[in-house]
């Protein structure tokens, strides 16, 4: 019980101080019990569904964050989540609305509270958008873990062994995910279809800026480290998890319209859900958790992958939030049963990193 106190204590006091400004909401937006009781529902629904898509989002941030340094691992910690919890859950569909219609800020804000279906269509109709750079940038999180010739630890060994070899194609993953790209466009009326091409190619674009900053700063770290200097930069991995971030969240904020379509009950349920996201990514670097269960990240990677190929065919079908949630925890619970057994049956195995 310390231990739940210890990393969710702060999460439970923020779930209910975001309840009690839904209560406040509800009464003075319906003035009725049940109203109020009916828009609290919708709040704890949202932020129970952005918990179950998110563990993944959680454990690869513990992945990232266990190789950076203890500042810049409280800087994301802080400074990570709120942006997440106030620029993707607040500002980003603002911003939707504000660019698809031509509109100023407060002319945007006042749509949303007075206008909420209307604010609803607006932000449904950038899905193609969305779904283009969100799950290119996604798929590409992915493949790069699995397209690793010195990746050692395999939870799929057969297909896990043949994708490390195959990485020795340069620019495999990138080659792959043009194609998967092109055969959904093509599917798509041609309007939609130059739209999920281009925000494709913008979310390729973005995963390999990130990566390259990334690089430089990390080469920049190694010529400090040689000439003896103290290295505590971890900019790269901020700008890496943050983006990373933001594009889990593109779909739960897509998907939370076929819930409500008020802003503000929105952005309390999934800013509920990005908090505990965050006590859970605390949790697993501080306990070691992808040291002692070898395959979780693995698990991670694959619903990545999953989650961002589910989101670049949303372009081109319906797919239900319960289905992405149940495929991204079906994969993790998977890999931790795995990970169970790996260490009951080889119980002297040392610790690993996952990371290969």
Not at 13 to 40: D, E, K, N, P, R
Not at 43 to 64: G, K, M, T
Request: charged share 15%; proline share 3%.
């Amino acid at each position: 019980m310390s231990t739940f106190r210890q990393y969710y204590g702060f999460s439970l006091v923020f779930t209910i101080i975001c309840l009690a400004l839904g209560a406040w909401y509800g009464w003075s937006s319906t003035g009725s019990l049940g109203g109020t009781l009916s828009m609290l529902w919708i709040i704890a629904v949202l932020s129970v569904l952005e918990i179950s898509l998110s563990f993944d989002n959680a454990v690869v941030n513990a992945s990232v964050l266990k190789g950076m340094d203890k500042v810049w691992q409280r800087r994301f910690l802080t400074w990570g989540i709120a942006f997440a919890v106030f620029g993707m859950r607040v500002v980003f569909p603002l911003a939707i609305v504000a660019i698809a219609a031509g509109l100023g800020p407060v002319e945007t804000i006042d749509l949303s509270l007075n206008d909420p279906a209307e604010y609803e269509r607006i932000v449904s109709s950038a899905h193609v958008g969305i779904a283009g750079f969100g799950g290119a940038f996604l798929a590409m999180v992915g493949l790069k873990f699995f397209f690793d010739p010195n990746k050692d630890i395999h939870w799929i060994r057969r297909i896990e062994e043949w994708l490390s070899k195959f990485a020795a194609l340069p620019a495999a993953e990138i080659a792959i995910l043009l194609l998967v790209i092109w055969g959904i466009s093509s599917t798509l009326p041609d309007a939609e279809a130059l739209t999920f091409v281009i925000a494709g190619i913008l979310g390729l674009v973005t995963f390999i800026a990130v990566e390259g900053i990334n690089t430089i700063l990390e080469l920049h770290e190694e010529k400090q480290r040689l000439a003896g200097a103290v290295v505590k930069s971890g900019l790269g991995g901020f700008l890496y998890l943050n983006v990373l971030d933001a594009s889990f969240s593109f779909d739960g904020v897509i998907g939370a319209f076929a819930l409500s379509n008020n802003m503000i009950v929105i952005a309390l349920g999934l800013s509920i859900g990005a908090m505990f996201v965050r006590s859970m990514t605390i949790h697993l670097v501080e306990k070691g958790t992808l040291a002692q269960y070898r395959f979780l990240e693995n698990g991670a990677f694959w619903a990545i992958i999953a989650l961002g190929g589910i989101m670049l065919f949303s372009a081109r079908f319906h797919i239900p939030e319960t289905i992405t949630g149940l495929i991204g925890a079906i994969l993790i619970g998977l890999s931790l049963w795995w990970s169970v057994r790996f260490n009951k049956r080889n119980p002297d195995a040392p610790d690993l990193n996952p990371h290969g």
